[in-house]
């Protein structure tokens, strides 16, 4: 039996493809459109799903959408009715988009793919709540989803049980932890539902000094609920996220976007903003567990990306024995979500173990990429298994950055060692030349550790894996000798990477742990500033060839940079000549 769920229209549109309940493929859009954070109609990750499952999409059960466009639209008319005529302008640009796409779902499917079959709609934060505790593998367990917005619901918590998942209670929008978080995302000088990471790698350069004066913005209750005071905002009205009121209580006007100076003052706030959202999701985290009798919580919606509050969690809950966060957290996360309620609690169908290690996007084999490398005219090495990870491994000991590009495409917002850019965390330089000469973004961003999961306590402050890179720990006093992972805080975002789940990847540094006695290396997804990670073999070497990348192993081939020829430099569907 085959269902195919789907997010789209609001960011981060995505198809998810499950055969038997087991996941067959799931990826973003922006994964082929190469639009970061792409919206729309997801039509060629459907396609991919597809052919990844061999399936015309006739062959198709269901196709079941993340959340009800009716209860939505039911929110934005609401909304700008009552706020006539601020909203106008709002009204005439949305209005006829939304009823163009989300209104006419069933149509799209039917123009796009020729899919006539049943559409069924769950809810934003059932479908948040079910790509998270169905994941987990766990038969029961308290669920938590916390994001900007979804129909009306802004958090909401509940309780799985077997095939059985029930939402107990709900925080409603106007008030609303992520788009509290945006809004001072936007303040700082970043861009709403693109760049709130940045915020929460800028916060650690403060100091907490404007927490009481936040406090202004929000009434947070003893059991994680909260109300914002609208005088100061605007974002439900549609127009922007804050007003002058804002400002003034900052005391400073908004830095311009990606352009004004990150001076203090915007340290200050970034790091006041994350003590707050810090101090809501345990509250949170410890109410939803009281409230079902629960030892184990399960995490979905975008305000699970924030792995600083995921790590106050596990560290500051008493009585939490464990925490899973479903990988694709944010909306794109809702695509499988839904699919996944529709397959255990609308069919009743029995629960699959915990997701396999997520990899679930479009792979080549090695005849794929050497096609791809003898178009674009590149010169390279061919090497067996073992050498290829003895020479990448010398390569990164020797202060070189490394592609590493093999697999299936990662599911969710972090490259997990299929689609990296690889350095050595020892060098003091290393994180200054990946930001500046690779990445091409804000020297204040800090990198992700990737390690040796067993040797991960005896040099991070953690007693659990954190495969998914969604857990902040502190690094160990004695092992502080790894400057280009280690936050000016002391914190690093790790990845633990088991044999078991990605036994390339994992003997990768296992070679370099040999040769160094260090099990740990610098893991950042494989693209620049603005764009999506890479997907395809051109993407990958396109990104190669644009920065300072010194090699790039691609399946079993080793790429130099110094080899290659003097060539200009043009998209991947020009240099390859894609349709």
Not at 420 to 433: K, N, W, Y
Not at 434 to 448: D, V
Request: with cysteine.
């Amino acid at each position: 039996m085959n269902i195919l769920g789907l997010s789209c229209f609001y960011h981060d549109a995505a198809a998810c493809l499950l055969r038997d309940g087991h996941t067959v493929a799931a990826a973003a859009e922006a994964s082929f459109t190469r639009v970061k954070h792409d919206s729309d109609f997801p039509v060629n990750a459907i396609r991919y799903a597809l052919a990844e499952a061999g399936l015309s999409a006739n062959q198709l059960d269901a196709v079941v959408f993340y959340d009800k466009p009716l209860m939505k639209f039911d929110r934005l008319l609401r909304y700008q009715v009552e706020n006539f005529p601020r909203t106008f302008s709002t009204f005439v640009d949305s209005m006829p988009r939304w009823i163009a796409t989300k209104l006419r779902l069933p149509k799209l499917l039917r123009q796009e793919l020729g899919y006539t079959g049943p559409v069924l709609y769950s809810e934003h934060h059932l479908s948040h709540a079910a790509s998270a505790f169905y994941a987990s593998g766990w038969e029961e367990a308290a669920v938590l989803t916390v994001d900007g917005v979804g129909e009306w619901a802004t958090a909401s918590w509940g309780v799985g049980k077997g095939m059985d998942l029930t939402l107990l209670g709900e925080i409603r929008f106007p008030h609303s932890l992520g788009m509290l978080y945006s809004a001072f995302t936007y303040y700082c000088g970043f861009k709403v539902n693109s760049a709130e990471y940045k915020l929460m790698g800028l916060a650690p350069y403060g100091e907490p000094r404007f927490v009481d004066r936040i406090r202004e913005l929000i009434d947070v209750g003893e059991d994680g609920s909260f109300r914002l005071d609208m005088r100061y905002f605007d974002y439900d009205r549609g127009e922007r996220m804050f007003n002058a009121r804002f400002e003034e209580l900052m005391g400073r006007p908004k830095r311009p976007l990606e352009t004004g100076e990150l001076d203090q003052h915007y340290k200050d706030v970034a790091r006041s903003i994350q003590e707050l959202v810090n101090e809501v999701m345990v509250k949170l985290a410890r109410s939803t567990l009281a409230r079902t009798g629960q030892t184990k919580l399960c995490m979905a919606g975008g305000v699970a990306l924030n792995c600083v509050a995921n790590g106050h969690i596990l560290r500051e809950v008493e009585g939490l024995e464990d925490l899973f966060v479903q990988p694709a957290a944010g909306d794109a996360g809702g695509a499988m979500g839904a699919a996944y309620y529709a397959w255990h609690a609308l069919l009743r169908k029995p629960r699959t173990p915990r997701i396999p290690p997520p990899y679930f996007g479009p792979g080549h084999d090695e005849e794929q990429i050497r096609e791809a490398l003898d178009r674009a005219g590149a010169v390279y090495t061919r090497l067996e298994r073992q050498p290829l990870m003895d020479k990448v491994a010398e390569l990164i000991d020797t202060a070189h950055v490394v592609g590493w590009y093999r697999g299936r495409l990662e599911w969710g917002p972090r490259a997990l060692g299929h689609r990296s850019i690889l350095g050595d965390a020892r060098h003091p330089e290393m994180r200054t030349i990946i930001n500046m000469k690779i990445k091409f973004r804000e020297g204040f961003r800090p990198f992700a550790p990737s390690v040796m999961e067993e040797h991960a306590p005896a040099w991070f402050e953690i007693d659990r894996p954190s495969p998914y890179m969604l857990l902040v720990a502190q690094v160990r006093e004695d092992k502080r000798t790894l400057p280009a992972i280690t936050h000016v805080d002391g914190s690093a975002r790790l990845q633990t990477v088991s044999r078991d789940d990605e036994p390339d990847y994992y003997d990768l540094i296992k070679t370099f742990y040999a040769r160094t006695g260090c099990p740990v290396i610098i893991n950042t997804s494989m693209n620049v500033r603005g764009e999506p990670i890479v997907n395809t073999p051109e993407e990958a070497w396109l990104c190669f060839m644009r920065t300072n990348m010194d090699a790039i192993a691609m399946g079993p081939f080793l790429l130099m940079k110094e080899d290659q020829p003097d060539i200009e430099l043009k998209s991947a569907k020009e240099a390859f000549g894609l349709d």
